[in-house]
């Protein structure tokens, strides 16, 4: 064998072995185009259902192969940076949220996360869950019509009012900021899926009116009745704060009809905004 071929095959041999000594057999290489967004998006969402949790990758252009999708996020399932659960009476499809290793992967990269790391995923909150999958509903809704310019989430939120001194009054479900053709318009977003005693609105209510860091404040809910539950705890406040039924939302989008606190009068949303 001549120098020379010789001098291949060692190099073919060492980078082999550097390869294997690189990546340990049942070791997982995260993606930075795929698998870290995917991993953001679950964390930001709290609990996803598989659906939606594709949906999200497609109008991102991270994913847009249904079998890749599955694949990666099985991949991640099974290394636990995602937990995965089966919920009939919630979802017919399967649902996600963090796990301890997704949540420290991100953390590592510059993701806020102040939530705790360990019992992931060892006891559902039902309740938290059915309004996690909800309120994806509602961000999908609007991104599906190339609406939403930036969506920060309640665990942004929670980070930034835990760890800084330059928070908002409310842990709010999203700071949203939307961008109709040249019209932008930045709110706070609260979906109220079922009513809280009064006594806690008189708390909201007092945090709302103090907020120096948003102007507008949306709060969307399922039904007439609670809608109204709600627009009476909120009755008399100066603050711009709007009611909505969050169906009419999915559906009509900005043509959707909103009630004012303050006055009581409808308006469509867009121009409330």
């Known amino acids: 064998m001549s120098d020379a071929v010789g001098s291949g095959v060692t190099a ?20 930075h185009a795929q698998d870290y967004p995917l991993l953001r998006q679950v964390m930001h969402c709290k609990f996803v259902s598989h659906d939606q949790a594709f949906e999200f990758m497609r109008i991102g252009c991270h994913e847009l192969d249904r079998d890749c999708f599955n694949w990666r996020i099985k991949r991640l399932v099974t290394h636990e940076l995602l937990l995965r659960y089966h919920l009939p009476a919630v979802a017919s499809a399967f649902i996600y949220s963090i796990g301890s290793f997704g949540a420290l992967r991100l953390q590592g ?12 995923g060892k006891k559902i909150d039902e309740v938290s869950c059915f ?9 999908l809704a609007l991104a ?26 409310k842990d709010y479900d999203a700071i949203v900021t939307l961008r109709d053709r040249s019209v932008r318009s930045r709110f706070a977003l609260e979906y109220e899926r079922s009513p809280k005693p009064l006594r806690d609105y008189a708390k909201i209510r007092q945090a709302i009116d103090t907020e120096d860091q948003v102007d507008v404040f949306l ?4 039904n007439h009745h609670l809608m109204a539950f709600v627009g009476e705890c909120f009755s008399g406040t100066r603050r711009r ?11 009509l989008g900005l043509e959707a009809t909103v009630v004012e606190a303050s006055t009581g009068n409808r308006k469509v949303l867009g121009e409330a905004l």
């Open 241 to 251: 704060l709007y009611f909505g039924l969050a169906h009419e939302l999915a559906e």
């Open 12 to 31: 073919r041999l060492f980078g082999l072995k550097g390869a294997m000594m690189r990546f340990k057999k049942g070791s997982i290489e995260l993606s």
């Open 144 to 169: 599906r019509r190339n609406l939403v310019e930036e969506w920060t989430s309640e665990v942004e939120i929670r980070s930034m009012n835990e760890l800084t001194n330059t928070g908002y009054a």
């Open 219 to 222: 709060y969307l809910v399922p």
């Open 131 to 139: 309004h996690s999958l909800e309120l994806n509903d509602i961000h």
């Open 109 to 120: 990269m510059g993701e806020y996360y102040c939530g705790p790391l360990r019992g992931l």
